[in-house]
């Protein structure tokens, strides 16, 4: 593994900038690696590492720089809970563990630089140094992952009955007897712009 320095750098790079988001996500994700016992996330334990991020901010882009673990390589999963947490999860083990930002260790990033004005300078400075006691609440945790959702080949595929997409991975839903893609039994995201459609 690279120094925490080394490992920041990169996560800022890949984010674009540097915050105290990346400095949680970072060491979030060094703690997790090293309870779950995964030492070379990105090289030889990269088949054995799974992870589940809780928020769509900053800290997500840190904790996939710093393991390899992506949407694209199904080994990453976003579960929509708004929470500065994730958890990590030794696939060969079973062990797991959810690492949670403490909302506290916003206020106490003054007690460590109380001469930097600015609360977002200061929570980047005192994040790097806070005990982890007081920067994370650390859970050993057990996941049940469901076999669609593990990184490899789509279990299954079938065509949607009402607007003809190709669903992947069992998340098809039947209504009446109907295969639906999510979007038809549930409703779309989008709208359809007239005349836009190309054959």
């Known amino acids: 593994m690279k120094s925490f320095q080394e490992l920041l750098e990169e996560s800022a790079t890949i984010h674009g900038?540097?915050?105290?988001?990346?400095?949680?996500?970072?060491?979030?994700s060094l703690i997790g690696l090293k309870?779950?016992?995964?030492?070379?996330?990105?090289?030889?334990?990269?088949?054995?590492?799974?992870?589940l991020v809780e928020i769509d901010r900053?800290?997500?882009?840190?904790?996939?720089?710093?393991?390899?673990?992506?949407?694209g390589k199904r080994s990453m999963r976003w579960k929509d809970y708004g929470v500065m947490a994730a958890t990590f999860v030794n696939l060969e083990t079973g062990q797991a563990v959810r690492v949670t930002a403490r909302e506290e260790s916003r206020e106490l990033a003054k007690n460590y630089f109380?001469?930097?004005?600015?609360?977002?300078?200061?929570?980047?400075?005192?994040?790097?140094?806070?005990?982890?006691?007081?920067?994370?609440?650390?859970?050993?945790v057990q996941v049940d992952l469901a076999p669609e959702d593990m990184p490899g080949r789509p279990l299954r595929r079938v065509q949607c009955q009402d607007c003809g997409d190709w669903v992947q991975d069992c998340?098809?839903?039947?209504?009446?007897?109907?295969?639906?893609?999510?979007?038809?039994?549930n409703g779309k995201y989008y709208r359809?712009?007239?005349?836009?459609t190309s054959s």
């Open 17 to 28: 900038h540097l915050c105290a988001g990346q400095v949680i996500g970072v060491r979030m």
């Open 35 to 51: 309870l779950i016992g995964i030492h070379d996330p990105k090289g030889g334990d990269r088949k054995k590492l799974y992870v």
């Open 58 to 71: 900053c800290a997500t882009d840190a904790i996939q720089s710093v393991t390899g673990c992506s949407l």
């Open 114 to 140: 109380p001469a930097i004005a600015g609360k977002y300078e200061r929570q980047l400075e005192a994040y790097r140094i806070m005990p982890l006691q007081e920067l994370f609440m650390i859970e050993h």
């Open 171 to 185: 998340r098809e839903v039947v209504t009446d007897g109907k295969v639906l893609c999510r979007g038809c039994a």
């Open 192 to 196: 359809p712009v007239a005349g836009s």
